[in-house]
T-cell receptor
Framework: NAGVTQTPKFRVLKTGQSMTLLCAQD?????MYWYRQDPGMGLRLIHY???????AKGEVPDGYNVSRLKKQNFLLGLESAAPSQTSVYFC??????????????FGPGTRLTVL | SQKIEQNSEALNIQEGKTATLTCNYT??????LQWYRQDPGRGPVFLLL?????KEKRKERLKVTFDTTLKQSLFHITASQPADSATYLC????????????FGAGTRLFVKA
């Protein structure tokens, strides 16, 4: 089992460029999440999904879009990158049974820099 | 607004001693509290979960307490080892009123040999 994988690991963008971060999990989990982590701050939820074809906004959704076309994949898109989106992005998944009651499995992260 | 506070200062302890990390929260009523470990350049790894109706949970050298009156959780690592050096994150969640999981910024632990 690879667990949760993320691509790419690193990326540098110019302001206004777009990109998609890919997340895949092989644990057959229903729930998937995208977080950003900034220095001195806790992980902040961007968007999440409770199942294939469904998505919902988290704490900091502005400037991001997501899609969950397949159960094992969760994509995070930046349509027009801004320097404020420079961060480390983590994808996570968890089995059903409550969105907070189960452990979350995290990917290795994507370090994004927007110039 | 909801807030989680973890000691932003690093905790330095000697090998073999017990490390105690604190997680305080305000304006929140969590149903669950989780602790994660994060190593530099890596994603968090789940350690323990404790429910609001539980006072204490243990797993090997780890112990978590949860006091909903004080709005505080304590995370203990007994017989600490240099390999325990990492950042430890506290996370609070509930299932009512929509999805709500809040992570603390974490406390860095250094265990000296």
């Amino acid at each position: 089992n690879a667990g949760v994988t993320q691509t790419p690991k690193f990326r540098v963008l110019k302001t206004g460029q777009s990109m998609t971060l890919l997340c895949a999990q092989d644990m057959n989990h229903e729930y998937m999440y995208w977080y950003r982590q900034d220095p001195g701050m806790g992980l902040r939820l961007i968007h999440y999904s409770v199942g294939e074809g469904t998505t919902a906004k988290g704490e900091v959704p502005d400037g991001y879009n997501v899609s969950r076309l397949k159960k094992q994949n969760f994509l995070l898109g930046l349509e027009s990158a801004a320097p404020s989106q420079t961060s480390v992005y983590f994808c996570a998944s968890s089995p059903p049974g409550g969105l907070g009651g189960n452990e979350q499995f995290f990917g290795p992260g994507t370090r994004l820099t927007v110039l | 607004s909801q807030k989680i506070e973890q000691n932003s200062e690093a905790l330095n302890i000697q090998e073999g001693k017990t490390a105690t990390l604190t997680c305080n929260y305000t304006n929140y009523s969590p149903a669950y509290l989780q602790w994660y470990r994060q190593d530099p350049g890596r994603g968090p790894v789940f350690l323990l979960l404790i429910r609001e109706n539980e006072k204490e949970k243990r797993k090997e050298r780890l112990k978590v307490t949860f006091d909903t009156t004080l709005k505080q959780s304590l995370f203990h690592i007994t017989a600490s080892q240099p390999a325990d050096s990492a950042t430890y994150l506290c996370a609070l969640a509930r299932n009512t009123g929509g999805f709500k999981t809040i992570f603390g910024a974490g406390t860095r632990l250094f265990v000296k040999a």
